[in-house]
Every structure is written in structure tokens, then in C-alpha cells.
């Protein structure tokens, strides 16, 4: 169980380098420099591209290497774990809603500019008044509210929270940078990850 489980911790260490090194501006630098400035329209949709075929190859691992049972929920912890996940799909759908599904696939990106970065307005509201990745925080949700786990599926999920928290860092480092003060200010006052449901920001009705 070792070896299958140091074989998965490679692939995803592996994974999460090449698409660090690939968010970094210093390959967007050199991306623009081969392919011109144009390459920044197609950049975020190849990025997405490139994320999901190279992870496709891993998943397989979870059920071909040798594994074990650590649990096999039943009911009613069946029904608890699979509403969780249901909610967690719930406010992942409303979160790329509110941020711009086009802007997450990188179609938006092609024929202009993130919704955000051109009205230069921060989301905020919704589900980002609560934690600043409502979408992270629903994919931790849904790989650890899995009805069943195995040693296997618990050491990719482990690998996956990681990358997620590694992401988050960087992706906050973008974000400062576009908005700034604006930013930085909504960082002190917003959770990442776990949101404060009692807190008076999460709580406050939105105004129209």
C-alpha cells in the first residue's frame, strides 16, 4: 500500500509542479514573447485544456494500484455524505455563475477580458461574502465527502487539498495585483477556505 500510495503522491507532486510553472508570469512572459501578445486571449482556455489531460492519466491509479477499504459509509452517514456533496455541486455551479463560467473556461478571455477585470469590480457578494473560494471550498467538500474511502483515494485526495491551498496562493498573488488595495482589504475582512456563517458579513443582507 506504500508504493501505491508514494506512486500517486509522484504523479500529483509532478502534476502540480508543471501547472504551477505554467500559471507563473514568467511563462506568460515567454509565451508572449514566441506567440506575441494575442497568446494571453488563448492562454487560460490551453491552461485548462493542458489541467485536464494531464490529470485524466492519474485517476486511473486510484483504482489499479493495490488498495484497501478505510470505510464504506452506510446509512444515515450515506445520506449526510451525499447531501454534502450535492450542496458542495450546488455552490460550485452558483460560484462559476457569479464569477463568469466563460471567464473560468478561458472563453471570455478569447474575445476580450475577464468580467471582472473589465468592469474592475471585485466580486464579493454572493457566496464570496461568505469565503473568498466558495469553488475550492465546494471541491474539498465533494473529494472528502465521498461515501466510500480507500487508502488509495484518501492519499490522492490529501494531494488534491494541497494543490488547491498551493493554488490559492498563488491565485491570491494574481488578484492583488489586478485589484489591489481593494483586494488586500477584502482578504483581512473574508475567510479562504471555511467560511464564518455567524460573522455580520456573512449574515448581512445583501443591498439591491
Known sequence: MLISSAIIILAMT????????????????YSR???GANSDRYYRMIYNIVAVITLVPILPLVALL???????????????LLAGQVAALTGLFIG??????SDFLGFSQ???VPRQLKSN???ASGLYRCVRHPLYTAGIIIIWFMPVMTTNLFTLNLCLTLYIIVGI???ERKLGRDFG???????????MLVPRPWSKKCRKPEMS
Do not use: M, N
Open 121 to 123: 469590480t471585485l466580486v
Open 110 to 112: 478569447l474575445y476580450g
Open 96 to 101: 462559476l455563475w457569479q464569477t463568469g463560467i
Open 169 to 171: 496562493y498563488f491565485e
Open 33 to 35: 514573447r514566441i506567440f
Open 181 to 191: 488595495d481593494s483586494y488586500l482589504a477584502y482578504q483581512r475582512s473574508t475567510p
Open 14 to 29: 509532478l502534476y502540480g509542479v508543471l501547472h504551477s510553472w505554467l500559471a507563473s508570469s514568467t511563462v506568460k512572459t
Open 66 to 80: 493495490p488498495d484497501q477499504f478505510i470505510y464504506l459509509a452506510q446509512p444515515p452517514w450515506l445520506y449526510l
